[in-house]
């Protein structure tokens, strides 16, 4: 535990807990960054080291497990590129339930 209540996270960063307040306006920052289709600040929330988890990820960047934030940032983009080219069609999108693979 590092000093004033704050404890070392995974390699050694300090991580604070967050209050209700901080994790609304987190998320709400989240949400706004990706409706925008900003990509960018949608990854400053991500360390270089992150890892993430998508079954979709396999069809749009070949791989579900990500290693890493470039290899998010691949991933959605491609998703983005993906939604631009359903999102005037009636079609389910690619790699979701009924969507083309």
Same mark, same amino acid.
């Given at each position: 535990m590092? *000093?004033g209540? *704050?404890? =070392?996270g995974?390699q050694g960063?300090?991580? $604070?807990p $967050?209050t209700?307040e901080? $994790? $609304? #306006?987190?998320a709400?920052n /989240?949400? @706004?960054a990706w409706?925008?289709?900003?990509?960018?600040a949608? &990854?400053a929330h991500?360390?270089?080291? @992150?890892q993430?988890?998508?079954p979709?990820?396999r +069809? &749009?960047v070949g791989?579900?497990? &990500?290693? +890493?934030?470039?290899? =998010?940032s691949?991933? /959605? *983009?491609?998703?983005l @590129?993906? %939604?631009?080219? /359903? %999102?005037?069609s %009636?079609t #389910?999108?690619?790699g #979701?339930?009924g969507? @083309?693979n």
């Amino acid at each position: 535990m590092a *000093q004033g209540g *704050q404890s =070392l996270g995974r390699q050694g960063r300090v991580s $604070m807990p $967050m209050t209700y307040e901080s $994790m $609304m #306006t987190f998320a709400e920052n /989240w949400v @706004a960054a990706w409706n925008r289709r900003d990509v960018d600040a949608v &990854l400053a929330h991500f360390s270089e080291e @992150a890892q993430f988890v998508s079954p979709v990820a396999r +069809n &749009l960047v070949g791989r579900s497990v &990500l290693g +890493n934030k470039k290899e =998010l940032s691949e991933y /959605w *983009q491609a998703a983005l @590129a993906a %939604s631009r080219r /359903w %999102s005037s069609s %009636s079609t #389910t999108p690619p790699g #979701t339930r009924g969507g @083309a693979n």
